[in-house]
Structure formats: C-alpha cells, structure tokens
C-alpha cells in the first residue's frame, strides 16, 4: 500500500509563474519529509527537507510546506525557469533510516 | 570527486536468465542502498547496506534478489532468475551516514528489461 501519493502525473507552466507540486502521506508517523528533481537518464537529486517541527522552509526559489493534520506537503518553485522541466519526487521518512517516495510529478515550465 | 556509478546503463535480457547490476558508491560513503522504480510508480526501497553488513533488506521482493557488498566499497544486485515483473530502473544511493541527517546522492540507474 503506497504510504506517499503525487496525484498529478504532470504539471505545466509557464516560465516566470508559480509551479506548486502536491503531496500526501497515510502515515502519521512521518516526521521528515525531502523533495528529489530527477532529469532524463539521471538520478534522482536532492532539493529540500523539512522536519515536522516546522511547517515551512525556504530555499532560495524553492519553498516546502507541510501541513500535518491534512498530512499533506507541497513544494513552490517561484518563479519558474525552463531549467526546473523535471520530475519531482517527493519523499518521507519515520524514525527508520528508509525513505518511503511517491510517484513523481512531471513538471514542464514552458518558455 | 566522483558520483556514484551504476553499470550496466542499460540490460535486456530474456526471463529466466541471470543479470547482475553494479554499483560504485562515493568513496567514503559507508551507506549504500538500493531501490527499483517500476515504469511510472514510485521509487520503491529494497535495501541498506552499512559498510559490508546488510542493516534492512525489508524492500527486497523475494529471494531471486541477492545483494552483496564484499569488502564494504562496490555493491552487485543479483536477480536469478529474471521474471517479467523485474523490469524497471534500479537505482543505487549512498550517504555518508544516515540519510535522515546527511544527503543521499544517487547514481543514474541501470534500465533492466525482462522480455
């Protein structure tokens, strides 16, 4: 049972506009959450955390909301660039060293 | 400093036979784990190695999957025999310590087709 839900396959916007990434989670014990940028023919990479004792953080362009009694996160790029066109994972952990992924969301920010 | 490796990039091969995937993490890094993606569905966990010794193999499907780590330096994937359902991307992670406090870089995955 998949314990991480992207519901949007894929997402387009365009350049210069807010791209805003959706995630929910089933299990409450959840504590730390990561979102991954994956291009074509490479390995996911590592974006932005945030712990559940905080339900923002900011990092440059990119911003990660969690909201813990929806159990939901969501990543805001603003504003969008062309070189953002990826898929986006998000990822969650509990106490045990294992990250549980979603499906992925494919973003494409159009010129 | 180099990234982590994954070889082959790519492997086709018919169900039954034997395919064995290598991966090469970042010197130095301790922790190594291996996940699948499955075409469009989630990168899924199969296992963690701490220098040579199997910390979980909570993720691995079944025992036609061997995962080794001799030596503590490269891991091999091992599927014996290859069935349908085994195709998909296997990607190889390593981190310094635990992924909870220090980044996981991941390789580029090798392609595994099963036809």
């Known amino acids: 049972d998949q314990q991480v839900k992207q519901n949007s396959p894929s997402l387009s916007v365009q350049e210069g506009r807010i791209s805003i990434l959706n995630c929910d989670y089933t299990?409450?014990?959840?504590?730390?959450f990561l979102w991954y940028k994956k291009y074509p023919a490479e390995g996911p990479t590592f974006l932005i955390s945030?712990?559940?004792?905080?339900d923002k953080n900011e990092d440059g362009r990119f911003t990660v909301f969690l909201n813990k009694s929806a159990k939901h996160l969501s990543l805001h790029i603003v504003p969008s660039q062309p070189g953002d066109s990826a898929v986006y994972f998000c990822?969650?952990?509990?106490?045990?060293?294992?990250?549980?992924f979603g499906t992925g969301t494919s973003l494409t920010v159009i010129p | 400093e180099a990234g982590v490796t994954q070889f082959p990039s790519h492997s086709v091969i018919e169900k039954g036979q034997t395919v064995t995937l290598r991966c090469d993490p970042i010197?130095?890094?301790?922790?190594l784990y291996w996940y699948r993606r499955v075409m469009g569905k989630e990168i899924k966990f199969l296992l963690h190695?701490?220098?040579?010794?199997?910390?979980?193999e909570s993720g691995m499907p079944n025992n036609r999957f061997l995962a080794e780590r001799t030596g503590g330096t490269y891991s091999t994937l091992k599927v014996q025999p290859a069935e349908l359902e085994d195709s998909g991307v296997y990607f190889c992670?390593?981190?310094?310590?635990?992924?909870?406090?220090?980044?996981?870089?991941f390789g580029p995955g090798t392609r595994l087709t099963v036809t």
């Open positions: 992670a390593s981190s310094q310590g635990p992924i909870r406090s220090y980044e996981q870089y």
């Open positions: 990822a969650a952990s509990a106490k045990a060293d294992q990250f549980y």
């Open positions: 945030i712990s559940s004792i905080k």
């Open positions: 299990n409450s014990m959840f504590d730390y």
């Open positions: 190695f701490v220098k040579e010794s199997k910390q979980d």
């Open positions: 010197s130095g890094h301790d922790n």
